[in-house]
């Protein structure tokens, strides 16, 4: 038994060892690419301006690269907005149906407790198990 229990904490040892390599491995690899990203990105804006100034002067070019940048930003925050307010609808929503199903489980036990308490004892469990079931398949709806 305790070699089983050795080799079975190797293994888990060696999955987290390779998964953490790995994410540090993405992780840096993300950091080039997004400096990469970031680059370009600058080059954009210069050949943008450079662009701009061939028609505006460099002082309007330079302003309404600002003003896109500004309207772009707003944009994202909007959208960060509207699904951090989504996420907080679908949280409360969750959370009043499982408060309802607790109250309603917790009703029915209580009645029939009083009247047949070994029938409650089976039925509480079945409603337990039921309600487990549920959330679970809820969670990896909207994961």
């Known amino acids: 038994m305790g070699s089983l229990a050795a080799m079975l904490s190797a293994l888990v040892l ?4 390779v998964t953490v390599t790995r994410y540090k491995r993405n992780g840096a690899l993300w950091l080039v690419a997004s400096l990469f990203f970031l680059t370009a990105y600058i080059f ?17 070019a330079a302003i309404i690269l600002a ?3 500004v309207v772009i930003g707003l944009v994202v925050i909007g959208i960060m907005y509207a699904l951090n307010a989504r996420d907080q609808r679908i949280a409360t929503d969750r959370r009043r149906r499982s408060q309802a199903q607790t109250t309603l489980a917790i009703a029915t036990a209580l009645t029939l407790f009083r009247k047949q308490p070994l029938l409650a004892a089976g039925l509480a469990v079945g409603i337990g198990t039921v309600l487990g079931l549920m959330r679970k398949s809820d969670d990896s709806d909207h994961s």
């Open 67 to 69: 003003v896109i940048s």
């Open 44 to 60: 954009a804006l210069v050949a943008g301006a450079i662009f701009l100034s061939a028609v505006y002067t460099p002082l309007q």
């Open 14 to 17: 060696t999955d987290v060892g």
